[in-house]
């Protein structure tokens, strides 16, 4: 009985130790895995931040282009309503012009007409 007690303490050590080997060993291991992990981080860390510097970088030049397309549309939207106010100023103009027009050809046709009548009244005067 006591070889049989012996063996069970050796084999209760003999386990106890290869507990302790596993536990190390999974530490150890558990350790690398996480080192590999963290430098897959630090891996994807920097590829972040530089898609991220891209990123900012295209957004940034397309905010410059954009903010030139729109300068420039602010710019042709004001010629455009120069140019319409300016058409308006020459339609006034024009309708000026034309009312001017037909008031000097009234004006003429008056002077005609008399011109006419005292060709008539001339030449009716002429021949009695």
Same mark, same amino acid.
């Given at each position: 009985?006591?070889?049989?007690?012996?063996?069970?303490?050796?084999?209760? /050590?003999?386990?106890?130790? /290869?507990?302790? &080997?596993?536990?190390?060993?999974? &530490? /150890?291991?558990?350790?690398?895995?996480? *080192?590999?992990?963290?430098?897959?981080?630090?891996?994807?860390?920097?590829? +972040?931040?530089?898609?991220?510097?891209?990123?900012?970088?295209? @957004?940034?030049?397309?905010? =410059?282009? =954009?903010?030139?397309?729109?300068?420039? @549309?602010?710019?042709?939207?004001?010629? =455009? *309503?120069?140019?319409?106010?300016?058409?308006?100023?020459?339609?006034?103009?024009? /309708?000026?012009?034309?009312?001017? @027009?037909?008031?000097?050809? =009234?004006?003429?046709?008056? @002077?005609?007409?008399?011109?006419? +009548?005292?060709?008539?009244?001339?030449?009716?005067?002429?021949?009695?």
């Amino acid at each position: 009985m006591g070889n049989l007690i012996e063996n069970v303490k050796n084999l209760y /050590i003999i386990l106890l130790i /290869i507990m302790l &080997v596993i536990v190390v060993l999974d &530490v /150890i291991f558990e350790k690398q895995k996480n *080192r590999k992990q963290e430098r897959e981080l630090e891996f994807y860390e920097l590829k +972040y931040q530089k898609l991220k510097k891209d990123f900012n970088q295209v @957004l940034e030049k397309k905010l =410059s282009i =954009s903010k030139g397309y729109q300068e420039h @549309l602010n710019m042709c939207n004001e010629r =455009s *309503r120069a140019n319409i106010r300016d058409l308006k100023d020459l339609k006034n103009e024009w /309708i000026d012009l034309v009312e001017k @027009l037909d008031y000097w050809k =009234s004006k003429a046709q008056r @002077l005609q007409n008399q011109l006419n +009548y005292q060709k008539r009244k001339c030449k009716n005067n002429n021949i009695k």
